[in-house]
């Protein structure tokens, strides 16, 4: 018997030996820090947007900008409340919201499925890596002329420039991540006998859920990013289309609105997905 097979077959559970194998060990539980407790990270998190709103109202207020420029954080309230109330503002987010999920699922499901075949297959990474490294240099705004003319302006351009968006940081993290998946671990599981589904279900998955996790949520990010590329050049509806309908309009409040409910949607997006993070690692790790 080898050193190899000495340090990789041990007589214990088998999810063991292979989690021992990887050098990866499971925490061990004690006494959470006081940063660790959910209701402090909450409050610690909301510092610094405190801090900002406090600033922005008192510039405001004691006009070292003009109001035309940045208007108050309460007038960019009312403004909301405006478009609340005459129904607008619900529809805009509706219509963002169901365009970010759409091109989101499709981008990262073809993500998952192409960063399949290039980290696990050398043929795949050949054949794959290089047209794609290209193709993810091109600018989204790019894409943006060539969509309108192929699918006109309608829903399909834009949930498939949402998808584009989606699809690169999908298949980069986990591409990269099944790549590099620590080669004793998997000869460990081919010592269980493991091939194919199973090796992959059970040794390479697992080392990956991590990466996986993170690629959604630099996708999610990013589809918001192609969101807006989207909605400002070829939509009738949407935050997009409400940030460039109030810069024609002058209506620096409403510009403002759309950020801030960009910057609130995109974290409780990002807020669901680190909810997902968690059971996910609880559940392969």
């Known amino acids: ?16 030996a292979l989690e021992s194998a990887a050098g990866r060990r499971r925490p061990a539980t004690g006494v ?3 940063g660790d407790r959910p209701l402090v990270r909450i409050l610690g998190g909301l ?10 109202q008192i510039v405001t207020a004691s006009g070292l900008v003009e109001p ?35 091109g989101f699922a499709i981008g990262s499901v073809i993500g998952l499925a192409v960063a399949g ?8 990474d050949m054949l794959l890596s290089p047209t794609l490294a290209a193709v993810r240099a091109v600018p989204s705004l790019a894409w943006v002329p060539l969509l309108i ?6 829903e399909e351009s834009k949930v498939t420039l949402i998808a584009i968006g989606a699809f690169f940081p999908v298949y980069t993290t986990v591409a990269s991540a099944l790549r590099h998946v620590d080669p004793q671990l998997v000869e460990a599981g081919r010592s269980f006998s493991l091939r194919g589904w199973s090796l992959f279900r059970t040794v390479q998955l697992p080392a990956v859920v991590p990466s996986v996790v993170a690629g959604l949520r630099l996708a999610l990010a990013q589809a ?18 409400l940030l460039t309908d109030s810069q ?6 409403r510009i403002l609105l759309s950020i801030v409910l960009l910057a609130l949607l995109g974290t409780i997006t990002n807020g669901v997905l680190a909810l997902l993070e968690k059971f996910l690692l609880r559940r392969w790790t």
């Open 248 to 253: 024609s309009t002058g209506r620096v409040d």
């Open 224 to 241: 918001w990013l192609f969101l807006v590329a989207a909605e400002l050049i070829a939509s009738s509806m949407g935050l997009g289309f």
């Open 47 to 56: 510092l610094l947007p405190a801090a900002i709103l406090l600033t922005w």
């Open 117 to 124: 075949l290039v980290g696990l297959s050398r043929l795949g």
């Open 1 to 16: 018997m080898t050193d190899l097979d000495q340090r990789v077959i041990v007589p214990a559970d088998s999810r063991d």
């Open 32 to 34: 959470r820090r006081w």
């Open 149 to 154: 003319l192929w699918m006109q302006i309608g």
């Open 68 to 102: 035309y420029r940045l208007p108050a954080p309460a007038a960019v309230f009312e403004a909301g409340v405006e478009l609340a109330e005459s129904g607008q503002l619900w529809t805009h987010i509706a219509i963002s919201v169901q365009r970010v999920l759409l």
